[in-house]
């Protein structure tokens, strides 16, 4: 039960439409379930959004559907804003027999549902890959963004083969506050964008390429010798880790603005 939530239930005590008993049950039954709620399979952290500013994120690989379906469940009835990665079809509807809000993004492999209390973060973040075949990866960070209430502009196949192709964006690129840069291949993308601007760049290598590419290594070494300041590196594939991470420094800026 967040803070909206118990609000509402005073008002609900305070003009008669809730008894007292009433509201007592529904405060125990939300008590129950904090910190943690532990479902024999899982222990549902009902606490991470006070801790870390969003709720717990269900990494959907290597579970099954039903699993998924019930934490799934439980983080929405707890009011909190559903978002599982790595999620496919099946989960998906196991999911949406018990939140019926729910939705699936495909590429993305994202099953998201919104909160009681809607979710928004200050600034822009942009999200750049370098090619179509990068574009799961950064729609992953690009949803995942906007389930925590970003907002997001999408800026697609702007690799170093065609650099004019960036160039060409390079005053939308400037105006955000935070840029997600997803790049396969040997990884050069992040490094030309860190030397275009003055904010922070989250590098995403993907495992997109060649043999020589080792399925992302070659990217992933290539953004962590990058000459450019200013440049993070997450891991191969990684667009919710970046998200996170453009998430925190989004969310500072709303600190700042309020002192």
């Known amino acids: 039960m967040d803070a909206a939530q118990l609000t509402q239930l005073l008002e609900e005590v305070q003009s008669g439409s809730r008894s007292a008993e009433a509201a007592h049950e529904a405060i125990t039954n939300a008590l129950r379930a904090q910190p943690f709620e532990d479902l024999g399979f899982a222990r549902v952290d009902h606490h991470r959004a006070r801790r870390q500013g969003f709720p717990e994120v269900i990494y959907g690989a290597g579970k099954t559907p039903e699993q ?7 983080i929405h009835e707890n009011g909190s804003t559903l978002l ?9 509807e196991a999911v949406q027999k018990l939140v019926p809000e729910a939705q699936y993004h495909e590429m993305a492999r994202l099953i998201t549902a919104p909160g009681a209390t809607p979710l928004q973060l200050p600034g822009v973040a942009g999200v750049l890959c370098a ?19 970003a907002k997001v502009v999408r800026i697609s196949d702007v690799g170093v083969a065609g650099l004019h192709r960036l160039l060409a964006c390079v005053e939308t690129i400037r105006g955000c506050d935070v840029l997600i840069v997803c790049a396969g291949m040997e990884g050069a993308l992040p490094s030309v964008v860190g030397g275009l601007v003055e904010i922070p ?9 060649y043999g ?3 399925g992302g290594l ?12 200013g440049v993070a590196v997450v ?9 996170a991470f453009a998430a925190t420094i989004l969310r500072k800026l709303a600190t700042d603005e309020h002192g």
């Open 218 to 229: 070659a990217a992933l070494l290539g953004m962590l010798n990058t000459c450019a300041s």
């Open 212 to 214: 020589a590419s080792f």
């Open 84 to 92: 599982a990665t790595r999620a496919d079809f099946a989960m998906f």
């Open 131 to 149: 090619g179509t075949s990068d574009l799961p990866v950064a729609e992953e960070a690009a949803v995942s963004l906007e389930t925590m209430g």
């Open 201 to 209: 760049v989250i590098a995403v290598p993907t495992s997109v390429g």
């Open 235 to 243: 891991n191969i594939d990684n667009g919710f880790g970046a998200a």
């Open 68 to 74: 998924v379906a019930q934490i799934s469940a439980r």
